[in-house]
């Protein structure tokens, strides 16, 4: 969990870039403490946004290339949750 509200502005306004204008397509768990989030464009099929969920190693990765195992667990309620990510609106101040 990032606690820092600095790093998550920050993340958001590196991130915002990169994967404004593209859906996610898959959100699954493949690994303990980890939340994957696949953001493809025309470049990169299978670039996904990695989110650690461990509160002792909070970190985003967004990776080009990343290759989905064999047996995952799917999130569910996607849907859901990409309706809650569509609506999420971040204040964000310029001179940072």
């Not at 464009?41 to 650690?52: E, F, M, T």
């Not at 569509?86 to 001179?95: A, C, E, H, V, Y």
Request: with cysteine; glycine share 2%; aromatic share 10%.
């Amino acid at each position: 969990m990032f606690k820092n509200y600095l790093y998550l502005l920050r993340a958001v306004i590196e991130l915002r870039e990169l994967i404004i204008d593209h859906p996610a397509r898959e959100i699954y768990t493949q690994e303990k403490d980890k939340l994957f989030i696949s953001i493809p464009d025309y470049n990169y099929d299978n670039r996904h946004l990695i989110i650690s969920t461990n509160p002792q190693m909070p970190y985003l990765l967004l990776r080009n290339n990343h290759s989905k195992a064999k047996k995952i667990t799917e999130i569910s309620s996607m849907s859901f949750c990409l309706r809650k990510l569509t609506k999420w609106k971040l204040p964000i101040t310029t001179g940072l």
